[in-house]
């Protein structure tokens, strides 16, 4: 049996199709491969860390001044209970040493020496 040649062409045609899906195919399975996806995203949050950085330089250029008091204000807050905590044992000591109480029969009193 031989085929006519629009048969022929229609064969030719479809394996032609066939290749180009099988192709497609193997480029998808390739993008979607844990790999590509991994390297992609490391890839893209690193450049879009740059670009942070870069616009973070700038504005401290622009500002210089309001960006060391911010840095400031952020460490003052972060470091805000040890700090607390030196200055209630610096108070503590100073007025711990500072004031003695004596009692006589009849009052109290305080002295500061």
Avoid: C, Y
């Amino acid at each position: 049996m031989t085929d006519t040649p629009q048969v022929a062409a229609a064969r030719i045609e479809v394996e032609r199709s066939r290749a180009r899906l099988m192709t497609t195919a193997h480029e998808l399975q390739h993008r979607i491969s844990p790999g590509t996806l991994a390297r992609d995203a490391w890839q893209g949050a690193r450049s879009k860390g740059a670009d942070l950085a870069e616009d973070a330089v700038d504005a401290v250029r622009a500002r210089p001044v309001a960006t060391g008091g911010a840095v400031a204000a952020v460490a003052l807050f972060l470091a805000r209970h040890p700090l607390m905590d030196l200055a209630g044992k610096a108070w503590g000591g100073m007025s711990g040493k500072r004031r003695k109480t004596t009692t006589s029969n009849t009052r109290n009193t305080e002295t500061i020496e």
